[in-house]
Structures are given as C-alpha cells and as structure tokens.
C-alpha cells in the first residue's frame, strides 16, 4: 500500500454493516482557520498519527489473514499507534483524558481483531456480536470526544468513525474473496479518510483553544 502523508460464506457480514447507511468518504465541513507554526505543528502530526492508524490496521488485516509470523509484532505497533493518539491530546485535556482515548481506541482495536477472526472462520453469530460491540466502542469515542470538546459535531464524528469501521470490514471482506483490486482502493479510501478524521480533530482543538495557537 502506498504511504501517503504518508466467500458469498460471509454475505450476510456485508448485508449487515451495509445496514449503518453511511458513505465512504464523509467530508464533515469545517470553517478554516488560520494556518500558523503552532498549527501546523498539531495538525500534521495529529494526520500521520491517523495515517499510521490506517496503516497498521491494515497490516494487521493482511499479517492475521494469512496467518503470518508478524502478526503479533504488528499488533503491538498497533497498539503502540493508540498510546500515541492518546498523548497527542494531552496537552489540550489532561494525562486523564489522553489515556481514556488510549483506552477506548485500543478497544476499537481488540474488537477488530476478534471481527477478523470470526470472519475467518465464517462464525455468523460472533461476526454480529463483536460488530454490535464495535459499532458501541465507537459511539464511546465520540461522546467522550464531544464532550470534551463543542467544536466536534456528534453527528459528524459518528458518521467519520462509521464510515471507519465499514471500510475496515470491507478491507476484510475484499480479501477474503480474493478481490486484490477492491481491497487496494478501499484501503486508499480508508487511509484518506482518516487523514480528513486528523484534520477535523485538530481544526477542533484550535478552535477550543485559540491563545495556543496565535
């Protein structure tokens, strides 16, 4: 996969997560803000953190699926990339707050794993279980997030880490069929997606605390 700045067994897993009626590439609009040094110096690395997240979530998908030696090593980067999203806000909301996100993200990452492992597997009912656990996580993020702070709309972070959560699945189902081509443009579109979930964080901290950002 390039880095940018960086089967039918498993149909009904489809029709389910086609359910959530979200598109693939949300754009929630932000007003612009201004772009200075200290902008720029949470908003780039606020991306690649989010790039990186596409990234080894995605190596993770393709170590586990074929029952690769690395796997284990590429879920601790994994894991590793959490504690970074995590620390990222500390500065903004406290040691506190920054491993809670930790938390609550590495759970978004643990469900993942036992999703991939049901669809191994093709074990429907564990598939529909974990999918409801994850789609739940999810929801956890977004109103510890919008909680923390008013600028990041409820609506619009919960269809970004929808769309999130589908385009993972789909990574999943793609390879599963065999479908090279599909599981290449829509781990592209995973990976542009959450560059966009990046900057709408960081537009959002800037927002919240201007006098940091003169």
């Known amino acids: 996969m390039k880095k ?36 720029i110096n949470l908003k780039y690395p606020m991306q690649k953190l989010w790039v990186e997240h596409a990234w080894w979530t995605r190596e993770f998908i393709v170590s586990n699926l074929a ?75 977004v109103v510890f997030l919008t909680s923390a702070n008013p600028n990041w709309s409820k609506k619009g972070l919960t269809e970004m880490f929808y769309t999130h959560l589908k385009l993972t699945t789909d990574e999943v189902v793609d390879r599963l069929k065999g479908d090279w081509a599909g599981d290449i443009k829509t781990a592209d579109t995973n990976e542009e997606h959450l560059i966009h979930m990046g900057e709408i964080l960081s537009d959002g901290i800037v927002k919240q605390f201007p006098e940091k950002f003169k």
Not at 80 to 103: F, S, W
């Open 4 to 39: 940018k700045i960086l089967t039918i067994t498993i149909i009904f897993f489809l029709a389910m997560i086609n359910t959530t009626n979200v598109g693939a590439q949300v754009r929630t609009p932000v007003k612009k803000i201004c772009i200075t040094q200290s902008v």
């Open 67 to 141: 029952g690769l030696k690395d796997q284990n090593a590429v879920l601790e980067r994994l894991l590793k990339n959490q504690e970074d999203l995590g620390n990222i806000i500390k500065p903004y909301y406290g040691q506190e707050a920054g491993n809670k996100l930790t938390i609550l993200l590495k759970e978004h990452i643990m469900i993942a794993g036992k999703i991939i492992e049901a669809a191994k597997k093709n074990d429907q009912a564990s598939m529909e279980q974990n999918n409801k656990a994850w789609y739940r996580n999810a929801d956890e993020i």
